[in-house]
């Protein structure tokens, strides 16, 4: 089967709502077994729940991914109970739309930790036991946000291009350590999820000054709908075929790659 990833255990951060959770539910479908976790226990628990109905395995857990502690506890679990890890996908990540002269250091500390620290803990606990396993995917979930930028979401920006070049280097690092494990980055456009809907939707009414016209406008309106060819907002689960696709053997020759799924939003 096209993009099987039977025998394998997947790992899903931020697997309560959104992108997450068609992840865990994709994977859940190609035949691995799962554990979703999420800050909001309760919904990893859901996502489980759905893997588990439909007839696959998988289970749920609270997990702050800023929290090295937190990492080290679930990696260690995993090897416990599921024997291995063959699949980390780092989902998991927070955008707070504000210009930058408006913006706190703690926003601009939160963002890092969620979006960029959290990849770096989850890659850095997840190697050893990948490793121990025979190898595998590591697929950290970034945004054409990481490609291109936009006024109020510079913070964003910022993490998701940190998370593009950081897995280059690590794909780097793993293929000199003959490790077998590959890492690539998703690059999702403007996808109907609440991170979009809350954040960056909404922030052209929320900060008109961003779109004033003039030599130092930058183009908020590349995150809008309108920006899209054929004006319509992605599904979570487009994004979740990608990454199926980089965690089966489908991809086995692919590696520090970055996979661009915008229905053409940064084709020009």
């Known amino acids: 089967m096209l993009n099987d990833c039977s025998g394998k255990t997947a790992l899903v951060t931020g697997a309560g709502t959104g992108i997450g959770r068609s992840c865990a539910l994709a994977l859940a479908k190609a035949g691995a077994v799962v554990v979703a976790s999420d800050l909001d226990r309760a ?17 749920g857990l609270g997990q702050d991914v800023t929290d090295e502690g937190a990492w080290q506890d679930v990696i260690s679990g995993i090897g416990a109970q599921e024997g291995g890890l063959n699949i980390l996908v780092n989902n998991a ?11 706190s250091l703690d926003d601009w500390h939160r963002q890092n930790a969620v979006n960029l620290d959290g990849v770096f803990l989850g890659t850095k606990h997840a190697i050893p036991l990948m490793t121990q396993s025979g190898g595998g995917s590591i697929i950290n979930i970034s945004s054409v946000a990481g490609i291109v930028g936009a006024a109020g979401l ?8 940190g998370v593009r070049l950081f897995t280059k280097a690590v794909a780097m690092e793993c293929a000199a350590g003959g490790t077998n494990i590959r890492v690539n980055s998703v690059h999702p456009g403007i996808i109907d999820t ?7 939707a909404g922030l052209a009414d929320a900060q008109p000054e961003l779109m004033v016209e003039g030599a130092n406008r930058v183009n908020i309106e590349m995150f809008s709908e309108a920006a899209v060819p054929g004006g319509r907002p992605g599904q979570p689960d487009e994004i979740a075929s990608g990454v199926v696709f980089l965690a089966s053997d489908a991809s086995s020759y692919m590696t520090g790659t970055e996979l661009v799924i915008d229905h053409g939003q940064t084709a020009s």
């Open 194 to 200: 609440d991170i979009w809907g809350k954040e960056i």
């Open 154 to 161: 510079a913070g964003y920006c910022a993490t998701k291009g």
């Open 93 to 103: 990540g927070i955008a707070i739309g504000v210009a930058v002269t408006e913006m």
């Open 43 to 59: 919904t990893a628990e859901q996502t489980a729940a759905l893997i588990t109905d439909n007839g696959g395995t998988g289970r």
